[in-house]
């Protein structure tokens, strides 16, 4: 008997798992959006433009931001070190620094240099950053 009451146990934990994971899957409070076919599809369109229209608008949208008003938006991780201003905190001020100083101290610390005595804080922050990162945020922290 004892020799059965493992595999029981197992196999009915397996059937709760099972139930509980399959039974989430399903979306209970939404009407069924693949029933939007012909002209429920076509007044979508009409309202949201198709799903390649929307991408699109989205991409030029982002296109359109100059590089200092997307290191404005990166800069938001920055802040709470830095000050809003640039005019520092925890970390240094950065207000009045170049694009060129601002550049280059980014890069050292996603390179994992040693700058300062707290340059580990800037590895972890800058180790993300792409070059075009870099480039914004200078583009941003050069007109505090
Ligand atoms: C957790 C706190 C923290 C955050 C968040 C942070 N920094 Fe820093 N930052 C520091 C510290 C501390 C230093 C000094 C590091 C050293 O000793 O080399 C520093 C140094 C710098 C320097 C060099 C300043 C100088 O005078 O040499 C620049 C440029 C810089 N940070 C930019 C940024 C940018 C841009 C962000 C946001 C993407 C950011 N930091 C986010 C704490 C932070």
Not at 1 to 23: D, E, G, R
Not at 39 to 52: D, I, R
Not at 122 to 138: F, G, Q, R, Y
């Amino acid at each position: 008997m004892n020799k059965l009451l493992y595999p029981a146990i197992f196999l009915a934990v397996t059937i709760i798992v099972v139930a509980m994971a399959t039974s989430s899957l399903d979306v209970h409070d939404r009407p069924d959006t693949n029933l939007c076919i012909g002209e429920c599809y076509e007044e979508y369109v009409a309202a949201n433009g198709t799903v390649v229209e929307q991408a699109r608008a989205q991409a030029e949208a982002a296109a359109a931001m100059n590089p200092a008003e997307l290191g404005k938006a990166a800069f938001a991780a920055c802040a709470a070190c830095h000050g809003a201003a640039g005019e520092g905190g925890v970390g240094p001020q950065l207000q009045g620094r170049d694009s060129a100083f601002i550049t280059t101290a980014l890069t050292a610390y996603k390179n994992r240099e040693t700058r300062g005595e707290q340059s580990a804080m800037m590895w972890t922050v800058a180790t993300p950053l792409s070059d075009a990162d870099i480039n914004n945020l200078a583009a941003f922290v050069s007109s505090l």
